[in-house]
């Protein structure tokens, strides 16, 4: 069984920063291309980041310049760094990852359960 566990949530000021961590545990699997999603209220869940195994990674238009992306493979963890925050930002933060499970071979996304990130003005 694998999970995915997210920490760093909160509230912040306009302009503030916020670190989320996502760390995959469980036994017998290698993660994937690991990614951050966000829904806010009344909207559909949009990709804010992903990032590959190999460090190669893709953002959102709105979050270019402000957010970054980044993975510890041997911690099975994802991180992203928000800088510069808007209210328009304010969401719950799931992360998401493609799980290889061992030794069946099969592979699936997996969510972590949410962070609720709230920007002031």
């Known amino acids: 069984q694998v999970q995915l566990v997210e920490s760093g949530g909160g509230l912040v000021q306009a302009g503030g920063s916020l670190r989320l961590s996502c760390a995959a545990s469980?036994?017998?699997?290698?993660?994937?291309?690991m990614g951050w999603y966000r829904q806010a209220p009344g909207k559909q869940r949009e990709l804010v980041a992903d990032?590959?195994?190999?460090?190669?990674?893709n953002y959102a238009d709105s979050v270019k310049g402000r957010f970054t992306i980044s993975r510890d493979n041997a911690k099975n963890t994802v991180y992203l760094q928000m800088n510069s925050l808007k209210p328009e930002d304010t969401a719950v933060y799931y992360c998401?990852?493609?799980?290889?499970?061992?030794?069946?071979?099969?592979?699936?996304?997996?969510w972590g359960q949410g962070t609720q990130v709230t920007v002031s003005s």
């Open positions: 469980g036994s017998h699997f290698s993660a994937g291309t």
């Open positions: 998401n990852a493609d799980i290889l499970v061992l030794p069946t071979f099969v592979n699936n996304k997996y």
């Open positions: 990032i590959t195994v190999g460090g190669s990674t």
